[in-house]
């Protein structure tokens, strides 16, 4: 079973500042899923990526393979961006074994 | 589209009971799973399907059973409800193993 592993755990920031969320994995993989969930709400995908960098809006995800690690970027972070995220791998060669990070909570203050 | 729907989106049972947790899908999505989310657990894989006629069981299906006749519903039977099921409860579906997964707004489930 792929062991996930995120940091931190919990995370608080100033509106404005630069964010890096950090996930590291035990197994090898092809792909490698980014989720916010907020308060309450429901789980949304961010990213799925298997190598290099994805940016969307102020949001940036990298990933290296060799090194079975990814981060999370959040630039000029904003309360809206006050979420869980969750990274997920595939946990096997057959998809639904999905294997998830516990989050990480994040609380950007006004 | 309405993407993934699930339905009830709240729903208190007593210990021993049956119920089924709905869940559809109007993307064509071959793949579907259901998830269960709990405080310092994260979410865990209870069943999914590869596509209608085929399942299989995820990391924690004691207590659930599943079924897929059409490629748009899979719904999750809990046979005789326990305290421990109390959870939120996630539907997703995408389209292949490595593709974006849509989830479904979840279904708060207590069970006294």
């Known amino acids: 079973k792929n062991e996930v592993e995120q940091s931190p755990q919990n995370l608080t920031a100033q509106e404005g500042e630069f964010i890096t969320i950090n996930c590291s994995y035990s197994v090898g993989i092809s792909a490698l899923h980014w989720l916010q969930q907020h308060p309450g709400g429901g789980i949304v995908s961010l990213f799925m990526?298997?190598?290099g960098k994805k940016k969307h809006g102020r949001l940036i995800a990298t990933i290296n393979i060799q090194e079975k690690h990814s981060s999370l970027h959040i630039t000029a972070s904003h309360p809206r961006d006050s979420a869980v995220y969750i990274c997920?791998?595939?946990?096997?060669?057959?998809?639904?074994?999905?294997?998830f990070g516990q989050g990480t909570i994040l609380t950007v203050h006004p | 589209n309405a993407g993934v729907t699930q339905t009830p989106k709240f729903q208190v049972l007593k210990t021993g009971q049956s119920m089924t947790l709905q869940c559809a899908q109007d993307m064509n999505h071959e793949y579907m799973s259901w998830y269960r989310q709990d405080p310092g657990m994260g979410l865990r894989l209870i069943h999914y399907s590869v596509g209608a006629g085929i399942t299989d069981q995820g990391e924690v299906p004691n207590g659930y059973n599943v079924s897929r006749s059409t490629t748009e519903d899979f719904p999750l039977r809990l046979l005789s409800a326990a305290p421990s099921q109390t959870s939120v409860y996630f539907c997703a579906s995408c389209r292949g193993t490595y593709n974006e997964q849509f989830f479904g707004p979840g279904t708060r489930l207590t069970v006294l």
């Open positions: 997920a791998v595939p946990g096997g060669t057959s998809y639904g074994k999905l294997t």
């Open positions: 990526l298997s190598s």
